[in-house]
């Protein structure tokens, strides 16, 4: 999780003047609404993340800041200025593609130096540059290759010089990382973050991996079915979703469905008929009395024993089901008494522990009155 | 893998129906004798005697005009047609202009020659241009048909073009002609060189659009040979018959060679 900025630097908290304006967007494409009504801003310096599964609007809404898709309603604005009717050639922004979209008959210097030879700067100062941002992506030698005598980092590094050279207010990249494989994808977020804050250029991301979105943004927009969901922090994300969807799109989670049977300020009583049991949470809810809601436990929270914790806020029994080793943790899944099912995970700090829990020993799930989250919808 | 042998024998049967007829003739341009039909030594005079004809030279340098000139206008003309189909997206009619375009590829060459014949003798009653038939003629004509072969070559490459490449040009700040000639010309030019030689082999071979809107005195090859031959064979025109023969089988060669290389380089881009 991304925690490299202290609040002074996090200007959606303090009112500043939002650098990209998104208005009541929408786009659709006869009757399929694409991108539907939808309002953000992005600030100076930020590495905002759109994230959603594939076909819900956010690569249009990229193509839209960028120009290469007209706003069907709305309006956007990049650094005050209103971007309507203005052509991709004359905005302020510059795009890296999922494809990279290299010139294939070009090399990569002329690849990289193609947007400033268009702005008509002098030769010399054209050679300086691409000199200077081949080395920051480490292209050193690769001047003279063509593109398809590069490796699929090495082109995603080209597209990615190509798309900075013109130091861009806003830079968009669409799918970044989905080319490459794991281990480089990890490799270059951190590069992509590093290139980001020397530069300090405003970047846009759209991405349908929440673990990339997790690691680069600064903030996360969740997008579904062309509306966005959620706008936050990748930590409030996590941590306190506003919807089933997002909980759930983000990192995995036990859902409990329930009634509300009590609730004041600073405690509410969840009747949870499918786990058999009454959760307690440590705050109040605004809701009618009875309504149908949902409790969001992430499978770290709870506490996995064999025997009945004392002082627990909420306590259920189970059955061990399945045990999955992933190296550095575990994740058991409890199978309840009504037959409903909770993943919980541990990490695996010892290397052997006393007595392990295994496969069908009776257990106890326990949590903390404040480790959940309540969802109304 | 291992081969049929049937297969093989069935191919070679194939190719012989195929190339004996031109395989004889080639033969036989190398002939010493008058008599077409006899076989009396190997020799090379009858291309020299090509050479000493200034008929048959002037109808080749005719030809070559008119296969050039015919070549690079139908494709400007089928590339931009393409364009148009492919870039243009859903504009009303698409199907039918692009049934249209590829039309004159089935249409028999006798209704094409009737019709511009009569096409180009009401315009010259309407407007008095063009002036007779010749050259020009016969041009506009060729250009008509080739067009169109041109048009499919380019088109199956314009599909395949990927378009984001395009829109990163324009996103690094150039304007759509600026485009097309930086990003799209590049990745289409196999095609083009391909559809030019097509282009140019077409009019070459070209005797039944050519012999209905050719006038005096421009007469290409494929007339002069036609005409020669119905007056009896002559071992010249076999000799003439062999060189248009190398020239198209040349043209074709270097026409598929490109496209196949072509097509290898998009691979290795995917």
Request: aromatic share 8%; with cysteine.
């Amino acid at each position: 999780m991304n925690e490299r900025q202290s609040p002074s630097d996090m200007p959606w908290r303090n009112g500043s003047e939002p650098f990209v304006r998104i208005v009541d967007v929408s786009r659709s494409y006869g009757p399929v609404v694409a991108v539907n009504n939808v309002s953000l801003d992005i600030y100076k310096g930020e590495l905002f993340c759109l994230l959603g599964s594939s076909g819900c609007g956010k690569t249009t809404l990229l193509r839209m800041l960028a120009g290469l898709e007209t706003v069907s309603s709305g309006r956007i604005e990049i650094d005050g200025q209103d971007m309507a009717g203005i052509s991709p050639w004359d905005r302020p922004t510059n795009i890296m593609f999922q494809s990279y979209a290299l010139f294939p008959h070009m090399n990569v210097e002329r690849n990289i130096a193609y947007g400033l030879y268009r702005d008509g700067l002098p030769r010399s100062e054209v050679t300086d540059r691409v000199a200077d941002m081949i080395k920051l992506v480490q292209l050193s030698g690769m001047e003279r290759r063509k593109p398809d005598q590069l490796s699929g980092g090495q082109r995603q590094r080209v597209a990615l010089a190509r798309s900075l050279i013109k130091r861009p207010k806003l830079l968009l990249l669409d799918e970044p990382l989905a080319a490459l494989d794991k281990k480089l994808r990890e490799e270059t977020q951190f590069e992509l973050v590093n290139i980001q804050e020397k530069l300090g250029v405003t970047f846009v991301v759209v991405t349908h991996d929440q673990e990339e979105a997790m690691t680069l943004a600064t903030r996360i927009g969740v997008m579904r079915n062309g509306v966005i969901e959620q706008i936050a922090e990748p930590r409030e994300i996590y941590e306190y979703p506003l919807n089933r969807f997002v909980a759930d799109f983000i990192g995995s989670v036990n859902m409990f469905e329930g009634v509300v049977s009590e609730t004041d300020p600073d405690r509410t009583l969840i009747r949870c008929e499918d786990a058999d049991m009454t959760i307690n949470v440590s705050h109040g809810v605004s809701c009618s009395p009875n309504q149908r809601l949902w409790f969001a436990l992430r499978p770290e929270k709870p506490e996995i024993s064999r025997h009945r914790p004392e002082n627990a806020d909420n306590v259920v029994e189970g059955v061990v089901e399945e045990i999955a080793y992933r190296g550095n943790l575990s994740i058991f899944r409890v199978r309840l008494k009504t037959g409903k099912q909770i993943d919980l995970t541990r990490t695996n700090q010892e290397r052997s522990a006393e007595e392990p829990i295994t496969w069908d020993d009776p257990v106890f799930v326990s949590w903390d009155a404040a480790s959940g989250v309540v969802l109304t919808s | 893998m291992k081969r049929i042998p049937l297969l093989s024998i069935m191919a070679l049967i194939g190719f012989i129906f195929l190339y004996a007829p031109i395989l004889s003739l080639v033969v036989y341009s190398f002939n010493e004798s008058r008599l077409v039909t006899v076989w009396s030594g190997f020799s090379t005079k009858w291309y020299g005697e090509l050479l000493r004809d200034p008929q048959i030279l002037g109808a080749a340098w005719i030809s070559l005009k008119v296969a050039v000139a015919s070549a690079t206008i139908s494709l400007v003309l089928g590339t931009m047609a393409s364009l148009a189909l492919v870039r243009y997206g859903r504009f009303r009619f698409r199907e039918l202009f692009s049934g249209m375009t590829t039309a004159p590829l089935v249409m028999p060459d006798v209704i094409t020659g009737i019709s511009l014949l009569l096409l180009f003798v009401t315009m010259e009653a309407l407007f008095g241009w063009p002036a007779g038939r010749g050259l020009l003629t016969i041009i506009i004509a060729h250009t008509t048909f080739c067009m169109a072969y041109v048009a499919v070559v380019v088109e199956t490459r314009l599909i395949n073009v990927d378009r984001s490449v395009e829109e990163a040009a324009a996103d690094l700040g150039a304007k759509p002609l600026r485009i097309f000639f930086d990003v799209t010309l590049p990745s289409i030019a196999p095609a083009l060189v391909s559809g030019w030689l097509l282009a140019f082999t077409l009019s070459l071979d070209d005797l039944v659009i050519a012999s209905f809107v050719a006038g005096p005195g421009s007469t290409t090859l494929p007339m002069l040979i036609f005409s020669k031959v119905r007056l009896g064979v002559s071992p010249d025109v076999n000799a003439l018959a062999t060189i248009l023969i190398g020239l198209v089988a040349i043209g074709i060669a270097i026409s598929a060679f490109v496209m196949t290389r072509n097509g290898r380089s998009s691979e290795t881009d995917a």
